[in-house]
T-cell receptor, first 118, second 113 residues
Framework: EAQVTQNPRYLITVTGKKLTVTCSQN?????MSWYRQDPGLGLRQIYYSMNVEVTDKGDVPEGYKVSRKEKRNFPLILESPSPNQTSLYFC?????????????????FGDGTRLSIL | AQSVTQLGSHVSVSEGALVLLRCNYS??????LFWYVQYPNQGLQLLLKYTTGATLVKGINGFEAEFKKSETSFHLTKPSAHMSDAAEYFCAASWTSGSRLTFGEGTQLTVNP
């Protein structure tokens, strides 16, 4: 089954304790992205990757890191989490990559990771 | 900056009534447009998308949306609401290469019996 898998689904942790949220897709998609969802703000993009070893900042990258060492995986790293990073996080992937011809391809989303930073 | 605006963070309709969820984008250049639905504790699922061609787009679960360039709008409709339509709906647009999406704020749809 084609899917985007995030882990963990829920996490409660404390300020400053490094954490990683994993994301894996099995559709051989070039493009992967991380979003955070907050009430009244919709989804805001944190980082995205158009291909292996190619990553770029989205709209709200501060406090986050990513890496794309292989096509299927795109982990989100919070080196020193703070309470304002408490949110619902989504990973997504699509065919889109460089060149623009995939602009119209929809993104496939994982089920989300709810992070609470105390 | 290019943006997407959804008018109404909460919309409530009766079962069987028309559903109308509004979406406008801010750009003279028409983007690719999408509607996604989010059920509780789930990720976003694609309802429909507009790329080029026919301006009336049909999606899943009886939803459709009409692209109106003159109004920079892409409103989502369904003739008759069902209880199972209760969810949060997001309008999104893509202007740039590489599938970058800009989302609206979301509209929570409640369907009353």
């Amino acid at each position: 089954e084609a899917q985007v898998t995030q882990n963990p689904r829920y996490l409660i942790t404390v300020t400053g304790k490094k954490l990683t949220v994993t994301c894996s897709q099995n559709m051989n998609h070039e493009y992967m992205s991380w979003y955070r969802q907050d009430p009244g703000l919709g989804l805001r993009q944190i980082y995205y990757s158009m291909n292996v070893e190619v990553t770029d900042k989205g709209d709200v990258p501060e406090g986050y890191k990513v890496s794309r060492k292989e096509k299927r995986n795109f982990p989100l790293i919070l080196e020193s989490p703070s309470p304002n990073q408490t949110s619902l996080y989504f990973c997504a992937s699509s065919l889109g990559g460089d060149g623009g011809m995939y602009n119209n391809q929809p993104q496939h989303f994982g089920d989300g990771t709810r992070l609470s930073i105390l | 900056a290019q943006s997407v605006t959804q008018l109404g963070s909460h919309v409530s309709v009766s079962e069987g009534a028309l559903v109308l969820l509004r979406c406008n984008y801010s750009s003279s250049v028409p983007p690719y447009l999408f509607w996604y639905v989010q059920y509780p504790n789930q990720g976003l699922q694609l309802l429909l998308k507009y790329t080029t061609g026919a301006t009336l787009v049909k999606g899943i679960n009886g939803f459709e949306a009409e692209f109106k360039k003159s109004e920079t709008s892409f409103h989502l409709t369904k003739p008759s609401a069902h209880m199972s339509d209760a969810a949060e709906y997001f309008c999104a647009a893509s202007w740039t290469s590489g599938s970058r999406l800009t989302f609206g704020e979301g509209t929570q749809l409640t369907v009353n019996p």
